[in-house]
């Protein structure tokens, strides 16, 4: 599966901000889709997961209750929609695919898109 992720920018602490990822490819009933993040001088780190069928999510603690994945089907598209941003969220984010439903490592994932960037500004 291809993945291209878009969304990324500038924003204000506090603010909220939605990331895109476009898939294709074929079976997309069978993958798990994933965020990632990472920042500058840090290891990748899982953010949040979506089942494509049963939609079954699940997030990193530090971001429950503020980030919301999604996905529509018609669109080929998984989203993370982030709201009340810290500095900390700042980083690369990347989205992934695997058929190992339940994962979170990045070893897990076999599909990666190239990353999208925002910084937070106080």
């Known amino acids: 599966v291809q993945l291209q992720a878009s969304g990324g920018g500038l924003v204000q602490a506090g603010g909220s901000l939605r990331l895109s990822c476009a898939a294709s490819g074929r079976t997309l009933s069978s993958y798990l889709m994933g965020w990632f993040r990472q920042a500058a001088g840090k290891e990748r780190e899982f953010v949040a997961a979506i089942g494509w069928i049963n939609s079954i999510t699940y997030y990193a603690d530090s971001v429950k209750g503020r980030f919301t994945i999604s996905r529509d089907n018609a669109k080929n598209t998984v989203y993370l929609q982030m709201n009340s941003l810290k500095s900390e969220d700042a980083a690369v984010y990347y989205c992934?695919?695997?058929?190992?439903?339940?994962?979170?490592?990045?070893?897990?994932?076999?599909?990666w898109g190239q990353g999208t960037q925002f910084t937070v500004s106080s």
């Open positions: 992934a695919a695997t058929t190992r439903f339940g994962a979170s490592r990045t070893t897990d994932f076999g599909s």
